[in-house]
């Protein structure tokens, strides 16, 4: 077991963002909202990309039904953006009456963790030890955070703290976790997830106002439901 992986991934999403926070400040309120939509449009590319991993329709639609309803009920999307809110105030002058640090923070997270090669790098570094696809990963998202911090503001570095506990907490239960993430069960959950990436797109682009955060469920329900099926079959 090696977090080391893990760690280089949490200071290349910390160090990136610095950087795109640097250069945001020089660009034009018009600039930004064009590279807002921008993003926007390339958020929901990634979603559709992500999406067309899934194999069984019927288990994605079955976890963001059930996602949902959970979501709806605790109302995560509340409970992240009071958090989002308090370190507003903490941290931040205000608002740029663009986003806020809830949908910086909900945004990054979930394209740094949504995905095949997180949920393996974290599985090989906690059972083999071999940190080389997280590695891959942090460079990656070295400039991912970059381009997002310039556009979505300080929530951005927070998501590292998403990714120091999302993928620690894989890698710790990783012999645990090996049997139920199988490779049908990761691809249900990248589409799920890639399905409410889609939801952040058309958020961005001013489309939609969905509460993504409540749809966060249906990840973790995914591989559930993989499991159950392939017991039952």
Sequence with gaps: MSMTGVIANTLTVIIGSFIGLAFRKGIPEKVTSAVMTGLGLCTIYIG???????????????????????????DIDHAINRLGEWVERRFSRGKDG?????????????????????????????????????YTKS?????????????????????AAFVLGFQGLLVLLAGFLAPVLTESAIAEMTCAGSLII??????????????????????????????????IA
Aim: net charge neutral; proline share 2%.
């Design 139 to 159: 460079m990656l998202d070295l400039f991912s955070s970059s381009m997002l911090a310039a556009s979505l503001g300080i929530g951005v570095m927070f998501a």
């Design 98 to 134: 663009k986003v806020s640090i809830a949908e910086g923070f909900v945004t990054a997270s979930l394209l740094f963790c949504v995905g095949a090669m997180t949920i393996n790098g974290s599985l090989n570094a906690g059972i083999s030890g071999d940190n080389s696809l997280l």
């Design 198 to 231: 889609i939801a952040i797109g058309t958020n961005l682009i001013g489309v939609t106002k969905i509460k993504v955060a409540n749809y966060l469920p249906a990840i973790a329900i995914a591989p559930l439901l993989c499991r159950l099926v392939s017991l």
């Design 48 to 74: 559709i990309d992500g999406a067309l991993s899934g194999n069984n329709v019927l288990i994605v639609i079955a976890s963001m039904v059930t996602g949902s309803i959970i979501g709806t009920l605790i």
